[in-house]
């Protein structure tokens, strides 16, 4: 079924390793991102991507790297994992960079950082 | 830069009755959306009411949008045991072009059968 894919679905990583959170979409989207989900705190944006090539950050980037070489693909990479980085990661895409489309969400990564 | 929060933060209900949560935000927006999370999965797009909507339907869902009050209310009608889930507001991002969404925090609504 079309829609967003997220993988892996669970990961538990030591601090200081790094790793890269899969996400997939084959509706054609342009805009893709990345948001973080903590207890308390919403879903606060990491990264975000008009169009293949063009990345920008949100509100919490760090300790966070984009990259968009196709329209279909957006992973983040977690650099050097710490404690505070356990959260549950989603990836969201849209129709336009424009604005005034809804967001399709992955499932979600849940991560966890000891 | 977070624009929407919920009220109430919580709501339990009997199956069968209608649920009301709202909606309120700072800055003027081209438009507001409500989704839905069950537990432990990815969000949901449930409407878009733009700015020049005042009510919009979509089966159990009325959502209504006030710009003069900056507030919105989603409102779910003859709840089912399937509705429990929370439910977020988004809002385009204070002084963001494009598509820019901020949620938030959310309203956790529990139907009891």
């Known amino acids: 079924n079309a829609g967003v894919t997220q993988t892996p679905k669970f990961q538990v990583l030591k601090t200081g390793q790094s790793m890269t959170l899969q996400c997939a979409q084959d509706m054609n989207h342009e805009y893709m991102s990345w948001y973080r989900q903590d207890p308390g705190m919403g879903l606060r944006l990491i990264h975000y991507s008009v169009g293949a090539g063009i990345t920008d950050q949100g509100e919490v980037p760090n300790g966070y790297n984009v990259s968009r070489s196709t329209t279909e693909d957006f992973p983040l990479r977690l650099l050097s994992a710490a404690p505070s980085q356990t959260s549950v990661y989603f990836c969201a895409s849209s129709y336009s960079r424009q604005g005034g489309y809804g967001y399709t969400f992955g499932s979600g990564t849940r991560l966890t950082v000891v | 830069s977070q624009q929407g929060e919920e009220d109430p933060q919580a709501l339990s209900i009997q199956e069968g009755e209608n649920a009301t949560m709202n909606c309120s935000y700072k800055?003027?927006?081209?438009?507001l959306q409500w989704y839905r999370q069950n537990s432990g999965r990815g969000l949901v797009h449930l409407i878009l009411i733009r700015s020049n909507e005042r009510e919009k339907h979509s089966g159990r869902l009325r959502v209504t949008l006030d710009t003069s009050k900056k507030s919105s209310s989603l409102l779910i009608t003859a709840s089912r045991a399937a509705d429990t889930a929370s439910y977020f507001c988004?809002?385009?991002?204070?002084?963001?072009?494009?598509?820019?969404?901020?949620f938030g925090g959310g309203t956790r609504v529990l139907v009891k059968p």
């Open positions: 800055t003027s927006i081209n438009n």
């Open positions: 988004a809002t385009p991002m204070i002084k963001a072009a494009g598509n820019k969404l901020t």
